[in-house]
């Protein structure tokens, strides 16, 4: 079994684990022993979603993210969007970005974990 197949299982376990979110369309493929992709659309109990399109490679004994796109909706509004579309070259970290509003900032690549619990915090605030 390999690693790429083991990343691509860990991601559909997490959502299918999940009785929170519905997946729309949502699939991982493992096209061949070293590419993979994941796409679809995970709705959330409150109607908001996360758009998942990326696709992944297994190089050098770890998983690379050749393209990525995750962009969180509630209602009407953008939440955020995370992705490495090359067309801010300016920002720390080219092409890895985070559009935020109306704004754009550089970040590191995130991680599918790190994703979910953003939305977690959004969709479950600390009881103060």
């Known amino acids: ?22 997946a729309h369309d949502f699939v991982t493929v493992a096209r061949s022993r070293i590419i993979g992709y994941v796409t679809g659309r995970l709705i959330f109990y409150d109607g908001s979603f996360l758009d998942v399109n990326k696709v992944v490679a297994f190089l050098d004994y ?17 939440v955020f969007r995370y992705d490495n579309a090359p ?3 300016g920002l720390p970290n080219f092409p890895h970005h985070e559009h935020i509003g109306d704004k754009v900032e550089g ?5 599918w974990v790190e994703v979910l ?3 977690d915090s959004i969709l479950y605030p600390a009881s103060k």
Request: aromatic residues 10%.
């Open 62 to 78: 770890r998983i690379k993210k050749l393209s990525y796109s995750y962009h969180y909706q509630r209602g009407d509004q953008v």
């Open 87 to 89: 067309h801010f070259p």
């Open 1 to 22: 079994m390999s690693t790429l197949h083991n990343y691509l299982t860990r991601i559909e376990t997490t959502v299918h684990r999940r009785s929170d979110i519905h």
């Open 117 to 119: 619990k953003e939305i």
């Open 107 to 111: 970040c590191a690549p995130p991680d």
